[in-house]
Every structure is written in structure tokens, then in C-alpha cells.
């Protein structure tokens, strides 16, 4: 069983830079496929960011509405991941949403939410 606790949400301006994280315990985050969702009141779930570990010939990807604004990596020593926000905008705020998926499923399915375990969340907020 994979426990995913998110911290460094958190309140902002415009332009600003936040960097959530998402710890994990009972697996191994290089070795899971780790995804970062985020969804506003109103709105449909967006998967922000992925890394995926692809037996050893893993990648990443970032969503377009984020790109070249927003990254996202593995701390392997701390067993984590992070988000990191840079020149954040008002439409950047929702609830982020870590998730492992410890089955292998296609990015086809990632996508669209097929993740094994899911984080409580940590609510980014940011003001014009």
C-alpha cells in the first residue's frame, strides 16, 4: 500500500513560484510511474506533469498549458516528487493532486486518471 502526502501548496501572486511536493512511503518512487494533477472548483481534472520509471528507460512529460513554466522531477533520496511553479498565473489555481501508479498502465490511461493511489491534495492559490 502506497501512502502519498502532497505539501507546499499554498497562497501567491501573480508571477510568483510555489513548489509542491509529494512524499511517498510503502514504494519506491523511482520505480513508479508519478503523476501531478490539479483541479480547479468547476472544472475537469488536468494531468499536469508524469514521470514514469519504464524499466529503466524512464521520461517525463508536462502538460501544454504548463509548459515552460511548471517542471517536474523525482527527488529519489527523499522518495518524492515535486512540482516546481514558476511565473504562476490565476488560472494556475486549483487543488494539486499527487498519484503513483504501481501497474504499469500506458500514459494512454495515466491520462485520463488510471493512477493506483492517490494523494489528499494541496490547494494552490493564486492572486492577479
Known amino acids: 500500500q502506497v501512502q502519498l502526502i502532497e505539501s507546499g501548496g499554498g497562497s501567491g501572486r501573480a508571477g510568483g513560484s510555489r513548489r509542491p511536493s509529494c512524499a511517498a512511503s510503502g514504494g519506491t518512487v523511482s520505480r513508479m510511474a508519478m503523476g501531478w494533477f490539479r483541479q480547479a472548483p468547476g472544472q475537469e481534472r488536468e494531468l499536469v506533469g508524469d514521470v514514469w520509471w519504464g524499466g529503466g528507460s524512464g521520461g517525463s512529460t508536462i502538460a501544454g498549458s504548463v509548459k515552460g513554466r511548471f517542471t517536474n522531477a523525482r527527488d529519489n533520496p527523499r522518495n518524492s516528487v515535486y512540482l516546481q511553479m514558476n511565473n504562476l498565473k490565476a488560472e494556475d489555481t486549483a487543488m494539486y493532486y499527487c498519484?503513483?501508479?504501481?501497474?504499469?498502465?500506458?500514459?494512454?490511461?495515466?491520462?485520463?486518471?488510471?493512477?493506483?493511489?492517490w494523494g489528499q491534495g494541496t490547494q494552490v492559490t493564486v492572486s492577479s
Open positions: 498519484a503513483a501508479d504501481t501497474s504499469d498502465h500506458p500514459f494512454s490511461e495515466r491520462i485520463r486518471g488510471q493512477f493506483d493511489y
